[in-house]
């Protein structure tokens, strides 16, 4: 007996019937796959934008801080030489110059050449001419920042403070604050190639030797006596009246500050080249 085609087709429609919750089944997780990819997707991608203006305003942050640091921590001296005047500060104000100073004498002398990409950037308009090795700012954060952390800050500190406890806080913090700053002021001159990082490190160092070498010979700070510097600069530089730096005496590091601080000189050198330039051209 041979069944009729209809009813041998009963159970292949059956079949059919039963696998299409299967096909369904895999069709919802094809789709569940899809929407966590779109979903881990578009975190990645929140991720990401995240990043990237975080980086944006550490950028824009190094930016300000780079262009402004050299100027900003030597109008920063001068204020407060200006409204101490004692021994003590006009001492490592005159550290401070000397320390500019062999930093120029060292660019001189080692001539070493500054990044190849700063002559192709159009970030920096004030282009130094000068060799980069050491780094004249570098050296400069640094000896500032150590002499005024263990030649201001921390004496201040010992003697305000109630406890030792909070002289050390005082003095951690503070000298966090100096180390973060120079860094990042340091970061914008590798990141705009005004200096390799070897140029930026051996200028860090150097600041740190004169400074270390200034506090103890110059100053000697670590004990009771006063150090042949400060005496020196007590008895020819300091009125015996006000026992002050006479306001009179500012500007000569006025000057000096001037012709040593590098944005200052650079803007120096720009403004009597332009001037010699239409000199020249009204000549013609």
Not at 22 to 28: A, G, H, I, L, P
Not at 70 to 93: G, I, M, W, Y
Not at 138 to 148: C, D, E, K
Not at 196 to 221: C, E, H, M, P, R
Request: glycine share 8%; aromatic share 6%; net charge positive.
């Amino acid at each position: 007996f041979t069944a009729p085609a209809t009813a041998r087709a009963i159970p292949s429609a059956a079949n059919a019937i039963n696998q299409l919750p299967r096909y369904k089944c895999r069709s919802n997780n094809n789709l569940q796959q899809k929407q966590e990819i779109m979903t881990l997707n578009s975190t990645n991608n929140n991720n990401s934008e995240t990043k990237a203006k975080k980086s944006s305003y550490f950028d824009e942050a190094t930016t300000v801080i780079g262009k402004s640091a050299s100027s900003l921590v030597s109008l920063s001296f001068f204020l407060l030489l200006s409204t101490q005047r004692d021994a003590v500060t006009t001492t490592l104000f005159i550290g401070s110059i000397l320390n500019a100073i062999s930093g120029k004498i060292l660019k001189k002398i080692i001539n070493h050449d500054r990044p190849a990409e700063l002559e192709l950037s159009d970030k920096v308009k004030l282009k130094p001419s000068d060799g980069g090795m050491p780094s004249s700012h570098a050296m400069s954060l640094s000896f500032i920042g150590t002499v005024i952390l263990f030649g201001v800050i921390v004496p201040a500190a010992t003697t305000s403070a109630v406890g030792g406890g909070s002289a050390n806080v005082m003095s951690v913090s503070a000298g966090a604050l100096i180390v973060i700053y120079s860094a990042i002021a340091l970061r914008y001159r590798v990141r705009d190639h005004l200096h390799t990082l070897d140029q930026i490190i051996v200028g860090y160092g150097l600041g740190l030797f004169n400074a270390i070498a200034w506090l103890k010979f110059a100053v000697n700070s670590n004990t009771d006596s006063v150090g042949p510097v400060v005496s020196m600069v007590q008895q020819y530089l300091i009125s015996s009246e006000t026992n002050q730096f006479p306001i009179v005496g500012l500007l000569v590091p006025i000057l000096v500050g001037v012709l040593v601080v590098g944005s200052f000189e650079r803007r120096i050198g720009v403004w009597l080249k332009e001037r010699k330039e239409g000199e020249d051209k009204k000549m013609m």
